[in-house]
């Protein structure tokens, strides 16, 4: 199984997900969020298959840092402005896409 992980490097979660799934004998390839993903093409398929109130993260600092204003803003430009609003990881396996390290996402590709 190939996967692509989108995260962060210091990320906890991020790095506990890409432990296990290399344990399983999945093909991980990781990918940061803010310095190599391409936010303009990967967001807006993000957005489709997750929706806005799973992929952002409104329990980070960077959320909590924001206006009211921005916050109500759309959601795509906000996430693209702020790559660590993205709820992590993203794990894409082909077309299917798993959003943060869920009992869920574990149970599917674990």
């Known amino acids: 199984m190939s996967l692509t992980l989108y995260g962060l490097k210091n990320c906890d ?3 506990k997900a890409l432990k296990a ?3 399983s004998g999945a093909s991980v390839t990781f990918v940061d969020i803010r310095a190599e993903a391409d936010l303009a093409r990967k967001v807006p398929v993000w957005l489709a298959a ?3 109130k799973v992929l952002l993260n409104t329990r980070s600092t960077t959320w909590r840092g924001l206006s009211e204003t921005e916050r109500a803003g759309d959601p ?3 996430l693209m402005a702020h ?3 993205i709820k992590r990881p993203v794990i894409e396996q082909g077309s299917k896409i798993y959003v943060g390290w869920t009992k869920d ?3 599917a590709l674990l």
């Open 13 to 15: 979660t991020c790095k």
């Open 83 to 85: 790559p660590t609003l």
């Open 21 to 23: 799934l290399e344990a």
């Open 76 to 78: 795509e430009a906000l």
């Open 50 to 52: 997750a929706g806005a």
């Open 105 to 107: 996402t574990q149970a």
